[in-house]
């Protein structure tokens, strides 16, 4: 009987092992993904959408609804000449 018992710690040692090396495995693999998007993924993002500047997203340019004095001018469109229809 008490061979049964040898094998039964025997047993239980070997599966927290396992389940601790699969944790540590999962654990790797999850911060080696993070700190590829953080590195690689700022990266791509500039590729596809133009540089990002510190503040991330944010764009430095003022834009105002209210005030004229930020407003953009807005673009009319000029005739240069205006042929006439007979």
């Known amino acids: 009987m008490n061979i049964w018992r040898i094998a039964g710690i025997a047993l239980m ?11 540590l495995k999962l654990v790797l693999i999850a911060s080696v993904g ?13 590729r596809a959408f133009g ?13 105002s609804i209210d005030n004229p004095a930020y407003r ?3 673009n009319q469109r000029g005739f240069s000449r205006v042929i006439p229809i007979n």
């Open 34 to 46: 993070f700190l590829l998007i953080r590195v690689v993924g700022g990266r791509l993002m500039g």
């Open 13 to 23: 040692a070997g599966l927290a092992l396992f389940l601790v090396t699969i944790v």
């Open 51 to 63: 540089g990002l500047r510190q503040g991330g997203w944010q764009s430095t340019e003022i834009i």
């Open 72 to 74: 953009s001018p807005m």
